[in-house]
């Protein structure tokens, strides 16, 4: 059976919920995209936004690069009602023996939050974990989710660090165990239809989805339509 991706719009308060909602989106993440690629946004907005997607849809939370005090450091965000948690891997080195860490930190969330895999296709400036090494973890420790995306916010793009061939063979490897896998980084919609043969399950915005495309303007509904609608020309089998 063919479906169409779905759409996670990251939000930066609960004053752009409403027009991620009213443009279709279909995942509602929140972070301060002000401080970095996934910077936690405080857990009083994290709740308000919570609220005022009202059950929705469901709701991920960026908390931030993960360190060995991050469920210390996401305490109050981990008392709140999240389908997903991600931590990105900026500035971690994959050692032998790299990721025990951070099944230790998936063990310590609370039931009912999964904790996404996230690998950055600038990993070499990000000093992370390639990608390929991300999605091999993933899939032998059974992640429910899985996020490509990229690390750097200065205007390069996913398809700027790997190829639409190199990206396929990852979302389709992760899908084949049934991991949930979604794509960001910095993606414009026209930028779609360079990505044939990708089917991921959730495309992730943020920059594209704000007034005058800019990652620190505000959400705007017609932008997030625009997405949907090239969306539902990408097919998911």
């Known amino acids: 059976m063919s479906t169409t991706p779905g759409l996670l719009v990251s939000v930066r308060s609960a004053d752009e919920v409403a027009a991620a909602l009213a443009g279709g989106a279909d995942l509602i993440d929140v972070k301060e995209p002000a401080k970095g690629p996934l910077a936690p946004a405080e857990a009083e907005v994290v709740a308000a936004v919570i609220d005022a997607v009202d059950g929705q849809v469901s709701v991920s939370a960026a908390l931030g690069e993960w360190s060995p005090n991050a469920i210390t450091e996401a305490h109050w965000h981990l008392e709140l009602p999240l389908q997903y948690v991600k931590w990105g891997l900026a500035g971690y080195a994959p050692t032998p023996g790299w990721?025990?860490?951070?099944?230790?930190?998936?063990?310590?969330l609370p039931i009912g939050t999964e904790m996404v895999a996230v690998a950055y296709a600038d990993?070499?400036?990000a000093k992370s974990v390639p990608p390929a090494e991300v999605a091999k973890f993933a899939k032998r420790f059974r992640f429910k989710a899985f996020l490509l995306d990229t690390w750097g916010k200065d205007g390069k793009t996913l398809l700027d660090f790997m190829t639409a061939k190199e990206i396929a063979g990852l979302v389709d490897g992760l899908k084949r165990v049934y991991t949930t896998v979604v794509i960001g980084g910095s993606l414009r919609p026209e930028q779609v239809k360079q990505l044939k043969g990708v089917a991921p399950d959730y495309f992730a915005v943020r920059t594209s989805a704000?007034?005058?495309?800019?990652r620190d303007g505000v959400i705007d509904a017609t932008r997030v339509k625009k997405w949907?609608?090239?969306?539902?020309?990408?097919k998911v089998s």
């Open 228 to 234: 949907k609608e090239v969306l539902a020309g990408v």
């Open 99 to 108: 990721g025990e860490d951070l099944l230790d930190t998936r063990r310590e």
């Open 123 to 125: 990993w070499e400036r």
């Open 210 to 214: 704000c007034a005058a495309g800019k």
